[in-house]
Antibody, heavy 118, light 110 residues
Framework: QVQLQQWGAGLLKPSETLSLTCAVY????????WSWIRQPPGKGLEWIGE???????NYNPSLKSRVTISVDASMNQFSLKLNSVTAADTAVYYC????????????WGQGAMVTVSS | EIVLTQSPGTLSLSPGERATLSCRAS???????LAWYQQKPGQAPRLLIY???NRATGIPDRFSGSGSGTDFTLTISRLEPEDFAVYYC???????????FGQGTKLEIK
């Protein structure tokens, strides 16, 4: 059974860099796109970006200037960096996968709350 | 940029009733790129429907999806107590690659 386990710093100050990692256990890493999605408290979902092992990385245009996603097939992990954070970046951050050819996220991580506060 | 608008914002129904949730796209989208999710408080979203009408693994058959073009519908035939949650639609656009969620419909117990 595939599981995504994510971790990273939960409290940041404005202008710092958010850094999260998601590890994939119990299933294949290749053949899937690996995404980051966030949800501000009490609000809806926003896709941040995706990557595929040894392939392309795609970003939400609204965040592209501040986001870096990396995919490490040797470790079955992928990571998110979001720089110059503000209070507007406070959210639960999820990692998730979708299979190539199926445009829906079928497996999600448990979510990580990241708070930006001075 | 495609915008997904879900209606109603809140739907109040009783267990056993039928729920009909709408997702309208600002321009025509491929049915293969439309999905529905259920989210309960403190949990990650759960995939219900992909490709507009295909139930995901383990999803009960009381959940069904339909629609094409700009109008899509999630129907729950007979509500169970565990179905009360927030529902989101999701669309994938390829130029440039981007996923967009609707703003959600809260299904609450009447």
């Amino acid at each position: 059974q595939v599981q995504l386990q994510q971790w990273g710093a939960g409290l940041l100050k404005p202008s710092e860099t958010l850094s999260l990692t998601c590890a994939v256990y119990g299933g294949s890493f290749s053949g899937y796109y690996w995404s980051w999605i966030r949800q501000p408290p009490g609000k809806g979902l926003e896709w941040i970006g995706e990557g595929i092992p040894r392939g392309s990385i795609n970003y939400n245009p609204s965040l592209k200037s501040r986001v870096t996603i990396s995919v490490d097939a040797s470790m079955n992990q992928f990571s998110l960096k979001l720089n110059s954070v503000t209070a507007a970046d406070t959210a639960v951050y999820y990692c998730a996968r979708h299979k190539t050819g199926v445009t829906a996220f079928d497996i999600w991580g448990q979510g990580a709350m990241v708070t930006v506060s001075s | 940029e495609i915008v997904l608008t879900q209606s109603p914002g809140t739907l109040s129904l009783s267990p056993g009733e039928r729920a009909t949730l709408s997702c309208r796209a600002s321009q025509s989208v491929s049915s293969s790129s439309l999905a529905w999710y259920q989210q309960k408080p403190g949990q990650a979203p759960r995939l219900l429907i992909y490709g507009a009408s295909n139930r995901a693994t383990g999803i009960p058959d009381r959940f069904s999806g339909s629609g094409s073009g700009t109008d899509f519908t999630l129907t729950i035939s007979r509500l169970e107590p565990e179905d009360f949650a927030v529902y989101y639609c999701l669309q994938y656009g390829s130029s440039p690659p981007k996923y967009t969620f609707g703003q959600g419909t809260k299904l609450e117990i009447k």
